[in-house]
Structures are given as structure tokens and as C-alpha cells.
């Protein structure tokens, strides 16, 4: 009985992660997923589609950061019965609830890209006149 209440307490904490900004942010902050989650924010895409969509993201990549955001709750995924198999990704109502702090860091970035990378500039130019 101890080994039960010890599996069910491990697998109803297994998904629980202390610290909720880390963790969110662990997995949507990665290469590829806030690429993705834009790409789909207008339409609900195939797999080929959302691949040449973004472009330099590798298939095995692609379907790796899909199976994540699908885990997480951004994107649902629905397979039809045809052959070849059709399957379409879109944003789940999560995800679409994660578009406006998205659009609104992404704007951030933008905004500010030009500033963080004049300080990186100057950043090196005081280590290498250190060196």
C-alpha cells in the first residue's frame, strides 16, 4: 500500500515544477516554439505547411517542439482517418491566450534589438581592449 500512495504521489507531482516562470518559460523561451506558435496564431496548419512556413527548423526538430507545445497545452492536434494520415496542427485556447504577452514581447525584442546588441558591441570592445 505505501508503494501505491508513493507512485500516486510521484505521479501527481511529477508535472508540478516549483518555480511556474521557470518552468513556463524553460519551454516556450527555446529556439523554435515562439516561432511556431506565431506561424500558427493565423491558421491552423499541416505539418509540411508549418515546415515550410518556418523554413530552417529540421523535421525532427519541428515534431519534437510540437509534441512539447502539444504536452504543455498551446497547440491541439488532430489526426484524420485517411490515408496517407492527415494530421493539422492549431493553437489551443491556451495558446491563443498566450498571444498578447507574446506579440508584446516580441515587440519588445524588436524595439529594443538594436540597443542590446550596441551594448554587446561595446561589451566586447572593453574586454578585447582588457585583453
Known amino acids: 500500500m505505501t508503494t501505491t500512495n508513493s507512485v500516486e504521489t510521484q505521479t ?3 508535472f ?3 518555480c511556474p516562470i521557470r518552468d ?3 519551454r516556450i523561451g527555446d529556439q523554435w516554439s515562439l516561432l511556431i506558435l506565431t506561424t500558427l496564431a493565423p491558421a491552423t496548419l499541416r505539418f509540411n505547411e508549418l515546415h515550410r512556413e518556418i523554413g530552417d527548423i529540421s523535421r525532427q526538430m519541428l515534431s519534437r ?3 512539447r507545445l502539444e504536452q504543455d497545452g498551446f497547440i ?3 489526426i484524420y482517418a485517411e490515408v496517407p494520415p492527415k494530421v ?3 493553437l489551443s485556447p491556451l495558446g491563443h491566450s498566450f498571444l498578447e504577452p507574446m506579440q508584446a514581447l516580441i515587440a519588445w525584442a524588436d524595439s529594443n534589438h538594436a540597443q542590446i546588441c550596441q551594448s554587446r558591441r561595446q561589451h566586447r570592445a572593453k574586454k578585447d581592449g582588457q585583453a
Do not use: A, F
Open 65 to 67: 517542439t510540437l509534441k
Open 12 to 14: 501527481e507531482t511529477e
Open 76 to 78: 491541439e492536434r488532430k
Open 88 to 90: 493539422e496542427y492549431k
Open 16 to 18: 508540478d515544477h516549483p
Open 24 to 26: 513556463v518559460l524553460d
